[in-house]
């Protein structure tokens, strides 16, 4: 019977239910929503009025980290995974200036 929890699918479908479930009575236990004035919602500056310009240059510059941890980790795993061997050091420093020629963009 416990076997059958680790079959990707079925863990799926289990996960997903019981977040469901939780997120039914993280709402039921919210309680209702009340507007309040704009200065109960706006965000504190010090006193000085807030910035207009936006704070988020563009998901640019996420893509670049997010792709220099993926080929970080990815290669981390593939070299583990494989013994000592030529081909391995021929792997890292493929992967070496992979990771350069992400940072250097």
């Given at each position: 019977m416990i076997e059958i929890l680790l079959i990707p699918p079925v863990a799926f479908l289990l996960y997903l239910f019981l977040v469901s479930v939780l997120?039914?009575?993280?709402?039921?236990?919210?309680?209702?929503h009340h507007p309040v004035?704009?200065?109960k919602s706006?965000?504190?500056?010090s006193g000085e009025a807030s910035h207009?310009?936006?704070?988020?240059?563009?998901?640019?510059?996420?893509?670049?980290?997010?792709?220099f941890f993926a080929v970080l980790h990815l290669g981390g795993l593939v070299l583990a995974s494989g013994g000592l061997s030529s081909s391995a050091a021929v792997y890292l420093l493929g992967l070496v200036l992979a990771l350069v020629a992400l940072i250097l963009g």
């Open positions: 997120s039914g009575i993280g709402r039921a236990m919210a309680g209702t004035s704009t200065l706006s965000p504190y500056a207009v310009s936006s704070g988020a240059p563009g998901y640019r510059p996420f893509f670049r980290i997010s792709l």
